[in-house]
């Protein structure tokens, strides 16, 4: 297995490319119909409407200015990224949100009729969705994605520019157990809670996804927020989000046990950890991980909260390394040795003291069949 890294527009968005096996076949469908937009039908929602189980929906590049809902249908809806894995169809094929015909449902996307693994959305760009009215908690969720008592894949997207007030400016995840896998998730903002990504009482899969430039204004969560949740968050690359209490790239709230395994966090800021912020009894394990160049206290603990933390390495933080937390005692602290920093490559070089450095407990080895390497991005041997 291999990763490739690709620059588009003028942000710096990674895309982690995993070649070994065509999209068409990873999301496939069971053999149903393929309805094209807008050749067979004038919208995507209308397109929906007219699937059944197991139906291809496949939409041409363009702007379609819709807020579009699932229906509970077990269909894939794809844009011609899946035909070719041609990246340039993901940004030239886009669902706009800014235009919905009622303000309390404005999410671009929703899963809310207990949508499963067979309910796919892939290769598009998501943006410009102001959330939707959630009765409990009260508050706007879900600005680009909202997942409701839904489990979805949602792959090789890019949620950029959406909002909440309350929870989930990206993707709002509430009782579910979402795929979340290979997306860029950017420049997303919300007032309180999870600027690219919140969980409430669920159990994500959040795997070699981009979280850049997300921003909280007033509470936690910049990256990723985890509420009363059970997530993976393995391999993502976590850059410059922000928010103004815990948690700059992830917090954890609340009985939350997260397994936040493999990550690159670099320059996120929060003033309750910058990396990693854990509280109200939160204990994730925290496991090869890199933490670097971040505005604060690289993993910060209230005193109800014990993560556990293995064979991380902090580099350049600008606050402590374990803010109240009990600091372990296998931890490094040295430059990662990245490839380039200043163009975005977060990959290591051959002689960074990262590779062959991480547990083995949680994963034996990494897909070279060599030891464990920290961060999102292996060096492959």
């Given at each position: 297995?291999t990763?490739?890294?690709?620059?588009?527009?003028?942000i710096?968005?990674?895309?982690?490319?995993?070649?070994?096996e065509?999209?068409f076949?990873?999301?496939?469908?069971?053999?149903?119909?393929t309805?094209?937009i807008?050749?067979?039908?004038?919208?995507?929602?209308e397109?929906i409407?007219?699937a059944?189980?197991?139906?291809?929906?496949?939409?041409?590049?363009?702007?379609?200015?819709?807020?579009?809902?699932?229906?509970?249908?077990?269909?894939?809806?794809?844009?011609?990224?899946?035909?070719?894995?041609?990246?340039?169809?993901i940004?030239r094929t886009i669902?706009?949100?800014?235009?919905?015909d009622?303000?309390?449902s404005?999410s671009?996307?929703?899963?809310?009729s207990g949508e499963?693994s067979?309910?796919?959305?892939i290769?598009?760009?998501i943006?410009?969705g102001e959330?939707?009215l959630i009765?409990?908690?009260?508050?706007?969720?879900?600005g680009?994605?909202?997942?409701?008592?839904?489990?979805p894949k949602?792959?090789r997207?890019?949620?950029?520019?959406?909002?909440?007030?309350?929870?989930?400016?990206?993707?709002?995840?509430?009782?579910g157990?979402?795929?979340?896998?290979q997306?860029?998730?950017m420049?997303?903002?919300t007032?309180?809670?999870?600027?690219?990504i919140?969980?409430?009482?669920?159990s994500?899969?959040?795997?070699?996804?981009?979280?850049?430039?997300?921003?909280?204004?007033?509470?936690?969560?910049?990256?990723?927020h985890?509420?009363s949740?059970?997530?993976?968050?393995?391999?993502?690359?976590?850059?410059?989000?922000?928010?103004y209490?815990e948690?700059g790239?992830?917090?954890?709230?609340?009985?939350?046990a997260?397994?936040i395994?493999?990550?690159t966090?670099?320059?996120?800021?929060?003033v309750?950890g910058?990396g990693?912020?854990?509280?109200?009894?939160?204990?994730?394990?925290?496991?090869n991980?890199?933490?670097?160049?971040?505005?604060?206290?690289?993993?910060?603990c209230?005193?109800?909260?014990n993560?556990?933390?293995?064979?991380?390495d902090?580099?350049?933080?600008?606050?402590?390394h374990y803010?109240?937390?009990k600091?372990?005692?296998?931890?490094?602290?040295?430059?990662?040795?990245?490839v380039?920093?200043?163009k975005?490559?977060?990959?290591?070089?051959?002689?960074?003291?990262c590779?062959?450095?991480?547990d083995?407990?949680?994963?034996?080895?990494?897909?070279?069949?060599?030891?464990p390497?920290?961060g999102?991005?292996?060096f492959?041997?």
């Open positions: 297995m990763r490739q890294f690709i620059l588009c527009g003028s710096c968005v990674l895309f982690a490319v995993i070649v070994a065509p999209f076949q990873i999301v496939d469908a069971g053999g149903g119909r309805i094209r807008p050749q067979d039908h004038s919208s995507i929602q397109g409407d007219h059944v189980d197991g139906d291809t929906i496949l939409v041409a590049p363009g702007t379609y200015h819709e807020n579009i809902n699932f229906l509970g249908k077990k269909i894939v809806l794809a844009s011609h990224f899946i035909l070719k894995e041609d990246t340039t169809k940004s669902l706009d949100g800014s235009k919905p009622n303000k309390d404005a671009v996307v929703s899963f809310v499963d067979s309910s796919v959305i290769g598009f760009t943006q410009n959330a939707t009765l409990e908690p009260k508050g706007y969720g879900g680009g994605i909202l997942c409701k008592s839904s489990s949602i792959i997207n890019i949620i950029q520019n959406n909002s909440a007030y309350a929870y989930g400016g990206g993707i709002y995840c509430q009782h157990s979402p795929q979340i896998i997306n860029t998730v420049l997303n903002n007032n309180t809670f999870g600027g690219g919140f969980c409430n009482k669920a994500p899969k959040i795997e070699e996804n981009i979280l850049q430039y997300n921003s909280v204004t007033y509470g936690r969560g910049g990256g990723i985890c509420y949740s059970v997530a993976l968050i393995k391999r993502n690359l976590i850059v410059g989000n922000t928010c209490l948690g790239g992830v917090c954890c709230e609340s009985l939350s997260a397994l395994i493999n990550n966090f670099v320059r996120n800021q929060g309750g910058s990693i912020g854990c509280i109200k009894s939160s204990s994730p394990e925290i496991v991980n890199i933490i670097s160049f971040g505005g604060g206290v690289s993993v910060w209230d005193k109800s909260s993560p556990v933390m293995t064979h991380n902090f580099w350049k933080n600008q606050g402590e803010g109240n937390c600091p372990p005692s296998d931890n490094l602290f040295v430059d990662p040795l990245f380039d920093i200043r975005g490559a977060y990959h290591l070089k051959k002689d960074s003291p590779i062959d450095a991480g083995t407990t949680l994963v034996k080895k990494d897909p070279d069949g060599t030891k390497d920290l999102a991005f292996y492959h041997e």
